[in-house]
């Protein structure tokens, strides 16, 4: 469903119909969300396949690779960071010297 701008979907759209595709969507989602999720979980498999079962017994999951945003993290500290935890989580070494 892709609407020109939010004032043409309120004219066009009734409340009713507005409350099916929300219900619709909480039952089945689309967009760029799921979108996002059926990548993750393809990485997930893509890195199973290939992870070194003694490093790695458990394996990844979905939510190692699903994306999050949040507005609040941002700044190059944060990002840092970040990379900092997924470094590590992915068995990398930090070749910075310290």
Known sequence: ???PTVAWGLRNISS???AEWIAEYRIEPFGEERA???E???MALVANI???QKKNRKGFDISDFKL???VE???PNNLLATVEM???RFGGKDLRKK
């Open 16 to 18: 009713h119909e507005l």
């Open 50 to 52: 290939n992870r070194d």
């Open 36 to 38: 996002d999720l059926r």
């Open 68 to 70: 999050v945003f949040n």
């Open 86 to 88: 997924l470094n590590q």
């Open 73 to 75: 993290q941002k700044g």
């Open 40 to 42: 993750a979980s393809h």
């Open 1 to 3: 469903m892709s609407w």
